[in-house]
């Protein structure tokens, strides 16, 4: 009787096995994979825009390089709509086919807003600057994030004097820096010690700079030249590493643009206390080849700058058992200090398509 029982509850485990199987494979006929990359007309790659089909419960979010991968629930035409903060909506019609169906590049312009009404119509007039484009990359990955994160873009790193990875995150909002001769070093989120942050390049964590071995790192050495985006999650969430109390800070290097780039800049000044001349540059060049297969990433940034400080220490007889004299001057040192610092930093990648679902890639990255 016993044998029976334990026949028939195996049989209908394997029964229910089967069925499972048969509902999965079932589900997956007609799901079939729609693979694309999303590009600004005049910006490279998208991350975080909004791929979704027309009439249908399909919608995908388009990763840091500007890929997605969506699922269509019919065959033949559909419709495919694109949105992303600042570009126009683009629908257009695609024909779907068994398999993986590659798209390729999707090109979407820049959202341009055209005044029709007549001039006498006009009740008031409002003069506004949009987002940088970049910018408005940032803030659809902060839009589509599940964490707490503060995110910026190269577009704003650029346009401030931040020469340094530090300086550039000490825009973020609840984020605080150390500075080491007026320079800013160590970065700190929510007013936490140093050490109970962590910090990561493209999502893999950086090894402790510190002596004391906790998680605290030294910034100033990485020219902001080399970022992409920065990303700041103030609250961790369980798919990041659950050793950082404060928060997390996420630098993403550049990658491989969708199209051919090349940014030069170059300036130099006079530092009037060292009577030294300084001076900085970068260059970033990018490009795609074999068919917009291989992808090319160059970046440098060099800063050369004499510093000088005037130090005024002044001790007292503290140790002193007269009462009037501990008030008094011991010593008085007058210091002045100078010294050259030189930042350098080179970042260069390549990535190479294989198909529509896979890809190999190298980063590195030089900084002194």
Wanted: proline share 3%; net charge positive.
């Amino acid at each position: 009787m016993n044998n029976s029982i334990g026949f028939s509850k195996q049989k209908s485990r394997i029964i229910q096995i089967s069925a499972f199987f048969l509902m999965a494979s079932l589900g997956t006929i007609h799901a079939q994979s729609i693979k694309g990359t999303i590009v600004g007309k005049t910006n490279g790659a998208l991350p975080g825009a909004n791929i979704s089909i027309v009439g249908a419960d399909a919608k995908a979010i388009s990763s840091l390089d500007g890929d997605f991968n969506l699922l269509s629930p019919r065959l033949g035409e559909i419709n495919l709509k694109v949105e992303y903060i600042g570009y126009e909506t683009k629908i257009f019609p695609i024909i779907i086919k068994e398999g993986t169906n590659d798209i390729g590049y999707i090109t979407i312009a820049p959202e341009e807003k055209k005044n029709k009404e007549k001039v006498s119509d006009i009740q008031q007039v409002v003069i506004s600057r949009p987002n940088a484009l970049t910018q408005a990359k940032a803030y659809e990955i902060k839009k589509n994030n599940n964490a707490i994160m503060e995110v910026i873009a190269a577009d704003a790193i650029g346009k401030l004097p931040d020469r340094n990875a530090a300086e550039a995150v000490q825009r973020v909002q609840g984020v605080a820096v150390a500075r080491y001769h007026g320079e800013a070093d160590q970065a700190t989120v929510r007013g936490t010690p140093f050490a109970w942050n962590s910090a990561l390049f493209n999502g893999n964590r950086l090894p402790s700079a510190n002596v004391l071995g906790n998680r605290s790192f030294v910034l100033d050495v990485i020219p902001s030249e080399l970022i992409q985006f920065v990303q700041v999650s103030k609250a961790v969430t369980p798919d990041m590493d659950g050793d950082a109390i404060g928060g997390s800070i996420n630098f993403i290097t550049r990658t491989a643009p969708a199209k051919k780039t090349l940014n030069v800049s170059g300036a130099g000044g006079y530092n009037t206390f060292s009577q030294n001349a300084t001076y900085n540059g970068s260059i970033v060049y990018g490009d795609r080849f074999f068919k917009n297969k291989l992808g090319v990433i160059l970046s440098g940034a060099i800063w050369d700058r004499q510093w000088g400080a005037d130090s005024f220490d002044v001790t007292y007889n503290t140790a002193s058992s007269n009462i009037v004299q501990k008030n008094s001057i011991s010593t008085i040192m007058m210091k002045r200090y100078m010294g050259t610092r030189r930042t350098i930093g080179l970042n260069g990648g390549l990535e190479y398509k294989l198909n529509a679902n896979n890809k190999i890639y190298f980063r590195g990255m030089f900084n002194k």
